[in-house]
């Protein structure tokens, strides 16, 4: 059947499952945008406020979802708005697919109105890239950008389409989608990984991000079980491990808790499972895990040895890697929980928290938490992000949506908005600070459009929390351009975008507001007043050890 590069776009969508996409339309794009309103009724289009807001939207879609996200904009600065969602999507290994218009063929290459080279521009941050030139090659790029996006360690793929093969006609032939193959990890490998995990009297489970993407959670909890061995998550593994396990040790790393570090520093064997040793977990990389034999489980070889030495490494789909560890593990003694146990300190009180009778960010969230069943929780980057991985409960995986490795301020609205598109009978929150908040507080209208049901909490100090608090810790308290004194009324700025906005300002008032909020149904946002002295407490210092954490601070 004769089918325009347009109409093939949206039957190749159809094709791999897809039933939305967000985008914003524009010249370069018009035709796939018309085909788009031709296929309405089976295909879901969300308009942002924002191309940046797409590409998080979409990126919210599919960790929430384990689908692959899809987002649409125009050429030239379109197609560039989307380069920090796609950035964000590479780092945490978010499959997307970002489709992006350009000029006509013939006019690429002579700085034609909107031209930019976003294969170009895009190489670093995406898994990999297309422009196609040829209608006749259009519908077996999207299905390879498809498979790309979706296998092995999953991230985004961008495919640029010049306006005139969006036009041109050729006949089009439907296909299945095909198969995502695993890769089956090295047997030999895997019995000396078994050895070494039965031979260890004091292991520790290090659970990244992977074990989420991959949907390897239940093969981690069979593994954790059977042997008895704790687990440490990164901020990307919340929901990996349920946190309520008497396994669970909590988050590791620079503000992880006492307990997870301290069996980092004092394991005999360290398996780390999807997870990549960023910075922010190892620290001082030489001193990391100093008395234990580290094993690494990844289906990305690129990532072994790349930050902390392992003495064993497991190359392949990390379900079956853990599967196979699990039956082969046995049940170690209990001497080594109990002493782990002996380190798990009570809550942290914050001195900087309690101030003026404002509410606690603390307790903010565990409200939310004792209020909410099973929600969907994003967060932005900052303070109010660590905070939330560490005192909101995460049971199960893909209900924690945070930027980890780009660690990108203004990811929240767009998330959430992705997240609630996906799920629209779900709770979703929105944990936000008031410096994210500014970034892309425009998609608001995006809520408001759709009528969104998300409830948006504003951590408002009226400073930048995070940077503020290294410079009070490593500079000094010399607070350079972190005390923006900005007037923002948000409850009014709620209103003006038709939501529905409430303040939240004595720590009395905390359940009574966020009930409030949470019983709306409706989008919500919550000016909550915190102190700007609040502190993301535990903390060690960049470079540090478990020896180096700090558990107060004036």
Known sequence: MMKTGAQIIVECLLEQGV?????????????????LYEYRD??????????????????GYARSTGRTGVVIATSGPGATNLVTGLATAYMDSVPLVAITGNVSVDLLGRDSFQEVDITGITTPVTKHNFIVKRVEELADTLREAFRIAGSGRKGPVLVDVPKDVTAAKID?????????ETQEPDEAAICRAVELLNKARRPLIYAGGGVISSDSAEALGELARRGQIPVALSLMGQGAFPSDDPLCLGMIGMHGTWAANRASQECDLLLAAGARFSDRVAGNR????????IIHLDVDPAEFRKNVRAD????????????RLAAGISRKEKGWLEEIRSWIVPAIKDPGACKDNLPQPRQVIETVARLTEDPLVVTDVGQHQMWTAQCFPFYRPRRFLTSGGLGTMGYGMGAAIGAQTAFPDKQVVLFTGDGSFHMNMNELVTLA?????????VMNNQVLGMVRQWQKVFYGSRFSATDPHRPTDYVKLAEAFGLCGLRLERAEDTES???????????????????????VLPMIPPGGTADDIMMEMA
Request: hydrophobic share 40%; charged share 25%; aromatic share 6%.
């Open 19 to 35: 039933d939305t996409v967000f985008g914003y339309p524009g010249g370069a794009v018009l035709n796939i945008y018309d085909a």
């Open 42 to 59: 089976r295909l879901r289009h969300v308009l942002t406020a924002h191309e940046q807001g797409a590409s998080h939207a979409a990126d």
């Open 172 to 180: 089009y032939e439907p296909q299945q989608p095909a198969a995502i």
């Open 286 to 293: 030489e001193r990391f895990a100093p008395r234990a034999k």
């Open 312 to 323: 064993l490494t497991v190359e392949g789909d990390l379900r079956k890697s853990l599967s």
């Open 449 to 457: 459009s759709y009528n969104l049901p998300v409830t948006v909490i």
């Open 513 to 535: 507001v966020l009930r409030e909020a949470l019983s709306a149904r409706r989008p919500v946002v919550v000016d909550c007043r915190i102190s700007p002295d609040a502190n």
